[in-house]
Every structure is written in structure tokens, then in C-alpha cells.
T-cell receptor, first 111, second 113 residues
Framework: GEDVEQSLFLSVREGDSSVINCTYT??????LYWYKQEPGAGLQLLTY?????DMKQDQRLTVLLNKKDKHLSLRIADTQTGDSAIYFC???????????FGAGTILRVKS | NAGVMQNPRHLVRRRGQEARLRCSPM?????VYWYRQLPEEGLKFMVY????????ESGMPKERFSAEFPKEGPSILRIQQVVRGDSAAYFC???????????FGQGTRLTVV
């Protein structure tokens, strides 16, 4: 069936780069998303990439998409303590915005 | 242009009561999606609506749950006779077209006591 997997936990030191990985079994040809969620809060859209792109850079964020390997990654440069949160990747299945979310990666930034 | 607005942000209901969750999409968006997030899990798709039509309700529980998106007014997710297991965060998203970017609201956190 349709599945999206993420590693559960990542710990980095402040100032280092963080890389959060996501693999999926299938995807329709639209947008793939990265969301940030702080405890008890809503979803904050971080960035998204269209399925015909390989890379997208937005300030400290870099998204890489490898369609052949069905692998999506989010790199956060110069990670700050305020980046500590849960990060979800979301992949469209079947069509458009019928998204399947990963279980989330907890990012902990140590100062 | 305001984002997707959901209300209330927090809702407490006793077992057996009804819960009504509202979602106003972004201006110009006619496609609405509801997702549920159980504690410490990712979001799960529930239903996709376009004005006055349910397009895909494959993720919706068969009983007690219903959704609508009338011609005028917000989309409503209605849960009848709530049970403790319905306690979750319910998120709404909207998009302009079926294949354009979707934006999420802040969610409604339902607690059933």
C-alpha cells in the first residue's frame, strides 16, 4: 500500500546542518511538502517541491527529490535551537492533495 | 489574503455529544481537505470536498462522521455521539485547484471527556 517513512529522531548541535530523510512507495505528479510542527501547535508549511524538480533552495532550506529512488530530503543549514520541532514530509498519492504523511521526525538542537 | 481559518481552536465535548468543526478556505480556493492527527502520529486523510460536492471520503469513518462544503459559508466536519477515541487534532487544508499547492489551517484540537 501507500507508505511514507521517516526516521523518528535526529539530534544535532547548534550551527550544524540537519538532514531529514523521507522515502515513499508511490507519488502522483504534483507537490511534495515539508511541514514543521511545534508541540501543541498547528502545521507550518516550510517548503514544497514540484515533482518535476530535483532541488529547491529557500534560504536555509534545501529540498532534494530523487524520483527514481523515491527519496525526499530536507536540509536545514546552520540549525538553530528554534528549529527544534517535529518535521513531517507529505507525499501526494492517487491525485493532487490527497496527501500521505510520514510519522514525523523529531529534531532536537543542542546548544 | 488570510490563510485557512479553522474554528474553534480548541473544543471540549462530553461523550455522546456532537462536535462541529469549521473551516474557511483561503480566498479563491474551492477545494477543501480534512485530515486527522491522533496523538503522536502523522496526519491521516479523511475527506476531500469541492463546493457542494464530496469528491473522496475514503478516509472517513463510516459512522458518526460527516462533512459538507456548502455553496455559501465554511466547510463543516461533524462528529456525532463523540467517543474518547475521537480526541485528536483535526486539520483542514484548501487549494485553488485539485493539483495546486494546499495550505493548512492551524487545526482544531478536540478533547472528549
Amino acid at each position: 500500500g501507500e507508505d511514507v517513512e521517516q526516521s523518528l529522531f535526529l539530534s544535532v548541535r547548534e550551527g550544524d546542518s540537519s538532514v531529514i530523510n523521507c522515502t515513499y512507495t508511490d507519488s502522483s505528479s504534483t507537490y511534495l511538502y515539508w511541514y514543521k510542527q511545534e508541540p501543541g501547535a498547528g502545521l507550518q508549511l516550510l517548503t514544497y517541491i514540484f515533482s518535476n524538480m530535483d532541488m529547491k533552495q529557500d534560504q536555509r532550506l534545501t529540498v532534494l527529490l530523487n524520483k527514481k529512488d523515491k527519496h525526499l530530503s530536507l536540509r536545514i543549514a546552520d540549525t538553530q535551537t528554534g528549529d527544534s520541532a517535529i518535521y513531517f514530509c507529505a507525499v501526494p498519492m492517487e491525485y493532487g492533495n490527497k496527501l500521505v504523511f510520514g510519522a514525523g521526525t523529531i529534531l532536537r538542537v543542542k546548544s | 489574503n488570510a490563510g485557512v481559518m479553522q474554528n474553534p481552536r480548541h473544543l471540549v465535548r462530553r461523550r455522546g455529544q456532537e462536535a462541529r468543526l469549521r473551516c474557511s478556505p483561503m480566498k479563491g480556493h474551492s477545494h477543501v481537505y480534512w485530515y486527522r492527527q491522533l496523538p503522536e502520529e502523522g496526519l491521516k486523510f479523511m475527506v476531500y470536498l469541492q463546493k457542494e460536492n464530496i469528491i473522496d471520503e475514503s478516509g472517513m469513518p463510516k459512522e458518526r462522521f460527516s462533512a459538507e462544503f456548502p455553496k455559501e459559508g465554511p466547510s463543516i466536519l461533524r462528529i456525532q455521539q463523540v467517543v474518547r477515541g475521537d480526541s485528536a487534532a483535526y486539520f483542514c487544508a484548501s487549494s485553488r485547484e485539485w493539483n495546486t499547492e494546499a495550505f493548512f489551517g492551524q487545526g482544531t484540537r478536540l478533547t472528549v471527556v
